[in-house]
């Protein structure tokens, strides 16, 4: 098993930068895909951004695409989430998942069975 816990989120304004932290515990790292999600208040979770494990591959849900980037550290066992052009409606709680089923990003919730905590993220206009 693998354990995660997010860290780096706040409250900025729109067209701010935040860097999200998913530090991992636990079995090696570089086993898992790892991805971010997020959840605004009354909507479901749904796929932000996705890493293979070597970090050669990522993928990105269309929202967020040439704003945010997905990035991993295996020797540190930390993957990040660079947020710029941070806009109102990116306000959720953004949690990182990990799954070692499958080789591919994946973006289907249910798909990973490791998830941390989540931090929240505000974003004032």
């Known amino acids: 098993q693998v354990q995660l816990v997010e860290s780096g989120g706040g409250l900025v304004q729109a067209g701010g930068s935040l860097r999200l932290s998913c530090a991992a515990a636990?079995?090696?790292?570089?086993?898992?895909?790892m991805a971010w999600f997020r959840q605004a208040p009354g909507k479901e979770r749904e796929f932000v951004a996705g890493?293979?494990?070597?970090?050669?591959?990522?993928y990105y849900a269309d929202f967020v695409k040439g704003r945010f980037t997905i990035s991993r550290d295996n020797a540190k066992n930390t993957g990040y989430l660079q947020m710029n052009s941070l806009k109102p409606e990116d306000t959720a709680v953004y949690y990182c998942?990990?799954?070692?089923?499958?080789?591919?990003?994946?973006?289907?919730?249910?798909?990973?069975?490791?998830w941390g905590q989540g931090t929240q993220v505000t974003i004032s206009s």
């Open positions: 998942a990990a799954q070692d089923l499958w080789r591919s990003i994946v973006v289907v919730t249910t798909m990973y069975a490791y």
């Open positions: 636990g079995r090696t790292f570089s086993n898992y895909v």
């Open positions: 890493i293979s494990r070597s970090g050669g591959s990522t």
